[in-house]
């Protein structure tokens, strides 16, 4: 399994856009990149995944090099409910073998 | 989107007593649920993957006799801690990924409270 570095945390402000990076230099052929977001007392909730190039839906951008061996999420205008934990994971998707396995995570905390 | 819910959202328990947690996908099929713990401050730590009809796979350091898996249904799986102590105080969440969707993606529970006094 890809092992996945973040950094430990981030500050920033309202308004402004956040981009964290991962880098996972062991990533195999067949492993997707997923985002999920973490409230405390609550379950993960899935923010975007990607295999290359970059995806974009409501609420992320997800870019990934050529290489794969790292991505970047980017949130757009944080707000005050942006503060959170926020992990990426690299897994293969459609095979039987795969589960996720969470890194330490990037501890974001959005400033007034 | 796909939910997925546990029973209860927190326990309470006394040290010896057995607890079980249900996690059920409420709107499609999950052949595969994981279990994971979480500590305060600390990342998820997956302690077994639960597939239908058929033995849980635990990981490395995880009890089986003590964290039992059953995942009788396609939409329901349980923990059982059993013997609890208070070291097994923890958060506890479960996952079920959904293949029939476009997207590979695990959903997971709000998550259930245990305390052990």
């Known amino acids: 399994l890809a092992k996945t570095t973040q950094p430990i945390s981030m500050d920033s402000y309202e308004g402004q856009e956040v981009n964290i990076t991962c880098s996972h230099n062991?990533?195999?052929?067949?492993?997707?990149i997923t985002w999920y977001q973490q409230f405390p007392s609550q379950g993960p909730r899935f923010i975007i995944q990607g295999y290359k190039t970059k995806v974009t839906n409501e609420v992320a951008s997800l870019f990934i090099p050529a290489d794969r061996k790292s991505s970047t999420l980017s949130l757009p205008r944080v707000s005050l409910s942006d503060t959170a934990v926020y992990y990426c994971l690299v897994g293969a998707a459609y095979t039987g073998g795969f589960k996720t396995i969470f890194g330490a995570g990037t501890r974001l905390f959005v400033k007034a | 989107g796909a939910v997925v819910s546990q029973h209860p959202s927190r326990v309470i328990c006394k040290s010896g007593t057995s607890v079980k947690i249900e996690c059920r996908s409420l709107d499609f099929q999950a052949t595969t649920m994981f279990w994971y713990r979480q500590f305060p401050k600390q990342s998820l730590m997956l302690m077994a993957t639960s597939n239908e009809g058929s033995k849980a796979t635990y990981e490395q350091g995880v009890e089986k006799d003590k964290f039992l898996i059953n995942h009788a249904s396609l939409t329901l799986s349980t923990l059982t801690v059993t013997s609890a102590h208070p070291e097994d105080s923890s958060f506890y969440i479960c996952s079920a990924r959904d293949l029939g969707g476009r997207l590979d993606e695990q959903y997971f529970g709000p998550g259930t409270r245990l305390t052990v006094t």
């Open positions: 062991n990533i195999a052929t067949n492993d997707y």
